[in-house]
């Protein structure tokens, strides 16, 4: 009886730890989501912020193709109504990581209303993408 009761106790702290892990994840999707049909949120996922003279000091050579690609990274207007950039040292970025299983940097994803509708590494993926979305439609 006893061994019974342990393995119930076992059981129902597994089930309540998948019940959390299961809430993060719609609290973090749903933050991440547009709440308007042919809305678009884009965020990209990059592990550190340049600094100033990263161009002489950076000796990274996996940093300094980050740094390249977010200096050079112009987002089209008009077809996305939300673009976040997350670095390591953001609030949430943790949570986002762990939830969205990112495990190269940069990481670019983008919501619709329903959910992730692109996760991509790479850049050229992403702007094709984007150029093919339509553009946003305002209400007046």
């Avoid at 019940?19 to 965020?43: C, S, T, W």
């Avoid at 970025?93 to 619709?112: G, H, Q, R």
Wanted: glycine letters at 4%.
């Amino acid at each position: 009886m006893k061994n019974f009761i342990v393995l119930l106790v076992c059981f129902s702290f597994l089930a309540g730890c998948s019940n959390l892990e299961k809430a993060k994840e719609i609290r973090v999707l749903g933050q991440m989501k547009p709440d308007q049909e042919g809305h678009y949120h884009f965020y990209s996922f990059w592990s550190a912020i340049p600094n100033e003279n990263w161009e002489e000091t950076e000796t990274d050579e996996e940093l300094r193709r980050q740094f390249e690609l977010y200096f050079s990274f112009d987002v089209p207007v008009g077809k996305l109504s939300v673009i976040s950039y997350q670095f390591a040292d953001s609030g949430h970025f943790k949570d986002y990581v762990e939830v969205l299983d990112i495990e190269e940097f940069p990481t670019f994803i983008i919501l619709d209303h329903e959910g992730i509708v692109l996760r991509t590494t790479d850049v050229n993926e992403l702007l094709d993408f984007i150029h093919a979305l339509p553009d946003m439609e305002y209400d007046e």
